[in-house]
């Protein structure tokens, strides 16, 4: 599971990842076992392991933009500092993949800034469009508008991001020579789920907290939506990549 919340105050329960039952449960449970089948497939080829560093790099990239376009907009003093780390740790995490993908023969080079990053794919694009209008409808309900909404998603694809990197971890074990770097991208994360979850805390006043979560179901339902699609897409991709004629396996292999 993703790092809770750390001292959550009372109101603010709905921070902490949901406790799931029903189809939203059977729905979390199909993906994270598509997930594993696919990370498998990809890391059964040379090139499936780049496309999968490619999948991270990309990540954090998007979250660079998100970072300087929904948070940059005239932030309080005290966050500033905070978003100048979480946008140093992003940017490092981006040069780490790349060089990463690198070494396994692939070109990639990280972004010098936000703006010039590659534009995210057409699945990305429109989940950063529903999460735009989800900014928009919800920003003028909140004294600190459009930044409640964007740290609500910003938490939740954080915690989306730790959940990935232990299911990986977990599934290649800590021989395999992507271990260290995921295993620090993830410490990285599960920190900055602490500073979401905060400065939520700090930013949403008592009379906007039922707003808050009425948000939070929003974010964690558009995640969902998203997820199924996304686990199948890279199924698929790993098992094309592993049966393309001549694939190489990578030196080290996963554990079974």
Not at 32 to 37: C, I, L, S, T
Not at 107 to 132: G, I, N, T, V
Not at 213 to 227: A, H, K, N
Request: aromatic share 6%; hydrophobic share 45%.
């Amino acid at each position: 599971m993703a790092a809770d919340p750390v001292g959550a105050a009372p109101g603010f329960d709905c921070l902490a990842p949901p406790s799931l039952r029903g189809w939203p449960a059977l729905q979390a449970r199909l993906v994270h076992h598509v997930k594993r089948a696919a990370l498998r497939q990809l890391h059964a080829s040379n090139a499936g392991e780049m496309l999968l560093l490619r999948f991270y790099l990309v990540g954090e990239e998007s979250s660079e933009q998100a970072l300087q376009r929904e948070l940059r907009i005239a932030p309080p003093e005290w966050l500033v500092r905070q978003l100048d780390q979480h946008l140093a740790d992003e940017q490092l995490h981006a040069r780490l993949f790349a060089e990463a993908i690198v070494e396994r023969g692939g070109s990639a080079l990280a972004a010098a800034s936000p703006e010039e990053a590659p534009q995210p794919d057409w699945f990305s694009r429109r989940k950063l469009a529903r999460w735009q209008a989800l900014i928009r409808r919800h920003a003028p309900h909140f004294a600190h508008g459009g930044l409640v909404p964007a740290y609500a998603i910003g938490l939740a694809a954080e915690q989306m991001a730790s959940r990935i990197l232990q299911r990986h971890c977990a599934l290649i074990g800590p021989r395999h020579a992507l271990h260290p770097l995921l295993s620090r991208v993830m410490a990285d994360e599960d920190r900055h789920i602490r500073l979401c979850s905060h400065t939520l805390q700090r930013c949403v006043a008592p009379h906007e907290q039922a707003r808050l979560v009425q948000l939070m179901r929003e974010v964690r339902d558009t995640e969902r939506g998203f997820g199924v699609t996304g686990a199948l897409g890279m199924w698929i991709a790993g098992v094309a990549l592993r049966l393309r004629p001549g694939a190489a396996r990578p030196v080290q292999q996963h554990h079974a």
